[in-house]
């Protein structure tokens, strides 16, 4: 049997109507998923199930993660159905800049918004999901390369990203006796909306253009190129495979040789 054949594992996948999220969801209805879909945005999500293959099981889950009650409603329902949990792919997040001399109560507010959406919000649906997780089952954690190193302009998405890394390792080891498999995703520069939202904003502050910013990123990978949400796509298929059935805790850099460790 083809290791990467999902047909009859079923996927949960959040922040799936974004740019990463749309191409894990293909890539993963392709290798014949039953997918769990959630995002905020319910009309994303329809028009993400509408360009899925034909027969490809998919189901629609508008979700808050920041709502507690809500994330145990969504786990409540997946037990009455007894359905059991493969793959779980914490995606969801969002990135903007936060400068350490911006002293606001909006500023405040946001890190505590970036912190509360890119880490706290894993461990809630995590846990939720905790009892229909199968064992073997895999989950992985969306980080960045930011996750390895410094970026000025951008503390808490950086130390969010550090915090994911943290939580990876750490329920690595927590749910290693049941050999659920917890690793983490270091995406590049990527062509999303949230990277050149924050590639402007960098440009910005360093004087430039959006081209000339662009090309000091681009030189500062080994293959001068942006990622494309679809090039992250067979590190997720390996990462929740039996291929990868020795990988846990691990944090792999998928960057065009930006990070290398």
Same mark, same amino acid.
């Given at each position: ?57 998919? /189901? ?28 779980? =792919? ?12 911006? +002293?606001?109560?909006?500023?405040? *507010? ?24 199968? &064992?073997? &089952? ?20 950086? +130390?969010?990203?550090? +915090?994911? =890394?943290? #939580? ?26 949230? &990277?050149?939202?924050? #590639? /402007? ?9 959006? &081209? ?13 190129? #942006?990622? *494309? ?9 390996? #990462?929740?495979?039996?291929?990868? +059935? ?16």
């Amino acid at each position: 049997m083809n290791a990467l054949d999902y047909r009859g594992r079923t996927l949960v996948l959040t922040g799936a109507a974004g740019g990463i999220g749309q191409g894990l969801a293909q890539a993963f209805a392709e290798a014949g998923a039953r997918l769990e879909l959630i995002d905020r945005d319910g009309a994303a999500l329809d028009r993400l199930c509408a360009t899925l293959p034909e027969g490809v099981q998919a /189901r629609a889950v508008v979700l808050d993660l920041g709502d507690l009650a809500a994330v145990q409603a969504y786990a409540d329902d997946l037990a009455a159905q007894e359905l059991t949990v493969d793959v779980l =792919i914490n995606n969801a997040g969002m990135e903007y800049p936060t400068p350490l001399g911006e +002293a606001s109560a909006q500023a405040d *507010r946001r890190w505590a918004e970036l912190l509360d959406n890119n880490v706290a919000s894993m461990q809630r649906l995590t846990r939720a999901l905790l009892p229909r997780l199968a &064992a073997g &089952a895999s989950v992985i954690n969306q980080a960045s390369i930011w996750g390895l190193k410094g970026v000025p302009g951008f503390s808490a998405y950086v +130390a969010s990203k550090h +915090a994911v =890394i943290g #939580l990876t390792r750490a329920l690595a080891w927590e749910l290693g006796a049941r050999r659920i498999r917890v690793n983490a995703v270091c995406p590049g520069w990527i062509a999303t909306e949230a &990277a050149m939202r924050s #590639l /402007r904003s960098m440009a910005a502050e360093h004087g430039r253009s959006e &081209a000339a910013e662009l090309q000091v990123i681009l030189a500062a990978q080994a293959i001068p190129e #942006l990622l *494309r949400p679809a090039d992250l796509a067979g590190t997720f298929l390996f #990462l929740g495979s039996p291929l990868a +059935a020795a990988l846990t805790g691990q944090a792999l850099s998928v960057s065009h040789g930006e990070v290398m460790h």
